[in-house]
C-alpha cells in the first residue's frame, strides 16, 4: 500500500535532549512537508523540501532541523532550543505535478516534554 | 500575511440535516482550495479540492467557491454522527506553500 509512514506514534523528550521524528512515503512524492499543529490551532510550516538534498524554513523553523538525503525520506530533528516542543506534529507530501497540488498526510507524532 | 478564517465552531446539526462550513481567504493569487476532515488525535484527510468558480459535488460533499468574495465552502448533505470531526480549510498559492485555517468542530447530533 502506499502512503506515508510516521514513527513513533508517540514519543517522550527529556530537558536538553534532541530527538529525530521519521518520515518515509512510497507515493514517489518530490514535495515534503513538516507541520506542527497545537490544540485549537492551525497547522503552522515548519520545514518544506521540493526536491532531495533541498530544503526551505517555513514559518516556525527555530529549533527544528531536517536532511532530505533521500526522496522517500524527511527526518525532523526537535533540538534543545525548541523550549515549547509539545505539539502533534505531522508530515505530508504531493506530487510535483503543478496541476495536482494535493498534499497527503502521515498518521503524526504526538510529542512530549517529560 | 496571508491568512485563512474559519468560524471554530461548534456548529451543531440534527442527523440528516445538511451542515455547511465556510471559509474565507485574504490571497487573492490564491488557486487551490481543499478541505480535509480531522478526527479528535487523527491527521487530517483530504476530502475535497475545488480549483475553480461554482460547485464540485463528491456523493454526500459539495464544495463551493466564490474567487471574488474570495469564500470557500463545504456542505455536507444527509449529516452522519460520523461525519463529526474538524474540518480544516486550505489553501495553496503557489511556491509550494499552504495555508491553513484553524478549523470549524462540526457535531452531528443523533
Known amino acids: 500500500d502506499g502512503g506515508i509512514t510516521q514513527s513513533p506514534k508517540y514519543l517522550f523528550r527529556k530537558e536538553g535532549q534532541n530527538v529525530t521524528l521519521s518520515c518515509e512515503q512510497n507515493l514517489n512524492h518530490d514535495a515534503m512537508y513538516w507541520y506542527r499543529q497545537d490544540p485549537g490551532q492551525g497547522l503552522r510550516l515548519i520545514y518544506y523540501s521540493q526536491i532531495v538534498n533541498d530544503f526551505q524554513k517555513g514559518d516556525i523553523a527555530e529549533g527544528y532541523s531536517v536532511s532530505r538525503e533521500k526522496k522517500e525520506s524527511f527526518p525532523l530533528t526537535v533540538t534543545s532550543a525548541q523550549k515549547n516542543p509539545t505539539a502533534f506534529y505531522l508530515c505530508?507530501?504531493?506530487?510535483?505535478?503543478?496541476?495536482?497540488?494535493?498534499?497527503?498526510f502521515g498518521s503524526g507524532t504526538q510529542l512530549s516534554v517529560l | 500575511q496571508k491568512e485563512v478564517e474559519q468560524n471554530s465552531g461548534p456548529l451543531s446539526v440534527p442527523e440528516g440535516a445538511i451542515a455547511s462550513l465556510n471559509c474565507t481567504y485574504s490571497?487573492?493569487?490564491?488557486?487551490?482550495f481543499f478541505w480535509y476532515r480531522q478526527y479528535s488525535g487523527k491527521s487530517p484527510e483530504l476530502i475535497m479540492s475545488i480549483y475553480s468558480n461554482g460547485d464540485k459535488e463528491d456523493g454526500r460533499f459539495t464544495a463551493q467557491l466564490n474567487k471574488a468574495s474570495q469564500y470557500v465552502s463545504l456542505l455536507i448533505r444527509d449529516s452522519q454522527p460520523s461525519d463529526s470531526a474538524t474540518y480544516l480549510c486550505?489553501?495553496?498559492?503557489?511556491?509550494?506553500?499552504?495555508?491553513f485555517g484553524t478549523g470549524t468542530r462540526l457535531k452531528v447530533l443523533a
Open positions: 486550505a489553501v495553496y498559492s503557489g511556491t509550494y506553500k499552504y495555508i
Open positions: 505530508a507530501s504531493r506530487e510535483a505535478r503543478v496541476s495536482n497540488e494535493k498534499l497527503f
Open positions: 490571497d487573492r493569487g490564491s488557486q487551490s
